[in-house]
């Protein structure tokens, strides 16, 4: 069983920068590690997943460029570093682990493939 406690968000203006964090209880160095995202009124939507190696990553092309996912399997950890932020990535961001390697975007994206997820992290952007 594998818990996952996110951290990191808050309010921030439109251009600024954010830094989150997951924490997993359990050893998570052979899962793929993922952030996903929703706003109210909208479906759940992927944001980056990062392969065990952590050489590996997978982004949403609206994050492309401007959010980097990171991992420190030392201490369980993954992080998603935010810069240029923009209203539109007002959200609740969800850490995922996945028991598997994703080989696409595609696949990485799909948010029944994971199966452990944390309680969401409130992400607000003024304008």
């Known amino acids: 069983q594998v818990q996952l406690v996110e951290s990191g968000g808050g309010l921030v203006q439109a251009g600024g920068s954010l830094r989150l964090s997951c924490v997993a209880s359990?050893?998570?160095?052979?899962?793929?590690m993922g952030w996903f995202r929703q706003a109210p009124g909208k479906e759940r939507e992927f944001v980056a997943t990062?392969?065990?190696?952590?050489?590996?990553?997978y982004y949403a092309d609206s994050v492309k460029g401007r959010f980097t996912i990171s991992r420190d399997n030392a201490k369980n950890t993954v992080y998603l570093q935010m810069n240029s932020l923009k209203p539109e990535d007002t959200a609740v961001y969800y850490c995922?682990?996945?028991?598997?390697?994703?080989?696409?975007?595609?696949?990485?994206?799909?948010?029944?493939?994971?199966?452990?997820w944390g309680q969401g992290t409130q992400v607000t952007v003024s304008s």
């Open positions: 995922a682990a996945a028991d598997r390697t994703f080989s696409s975007t595609t696949y990485a994206s799909r948010a029944i493939l994971y199966d452990y």
């Open positions: 990062i392969r065990s190696g952590a050489t590996v990553t």
């Open positions: 359990g050893r998570t160095s052979n899962y793929a």
